[in-house]
Nanobody, 121 residues
Framework: QVQLVESGGGLVQAGGSLRLSCAAS????????MGWFRRAPGKEREFVAR????????YYADSVKGRFTISRDNAKNTLYLQMNSLKPQDTAVYYC??????????????WGQGTPVTVSS
């Protein structure tokens, strides 16, 4: 059974940093795309960032480019999202996701339960 378990969310002041983690289990993700989405209150879910597990290529939404960094630890089967220079508009529930195809264009097959991030002004 595939599980994606996020952690690291919380409350932070504008300009601060947080690091989200996503522990993956239940299968090998070596050829998968993994990444992060978010859903802000009253808004639709949006893509944040993704990484190709095999070649480490990354892609970011324009809204987070230069502030967020996605990475992975093969040995720990864990995905990370380092979030710096946080803004109130980054407030959302952040979801880890994984899929065989580019999750920027295709719905991921697997989702985590989400971790809330609140950025105060």
């Amino acid at each position: 059974q595939v599980q994606l378990v996020e952690s690291g969310g919380g409350l932070v002041q504008a300009g601060g940093s947080l690091r989200l983690s996503c522990a993956a289990s239940g299968r090998t993700f070596s050829s998968y795309y993994m990444g992060w989405f978010r859903r802000a209150p009253g808004k639709e879910r949006e893509f944040v960032a993704r990484i190709n597990w095999s070649d480490s290529s990354t892609y970011y939404a324009d809204s987070v480019k230069g502030r967020f960094t996605i990475s992975r630890d093969n040995a720990k089967n864990t995905l990370y999202l380092q979030m710096n220079s946080l803004k109130p508009q980054d407030t959302a529930v952040y979801y880890c996701a994984a899929g065989r195809y580019n999750i920027r264009y295709r719905d991921p097959e697997y989702w985590g339960q989400g971790t809330p991030v609140t950025v105060s002004s």
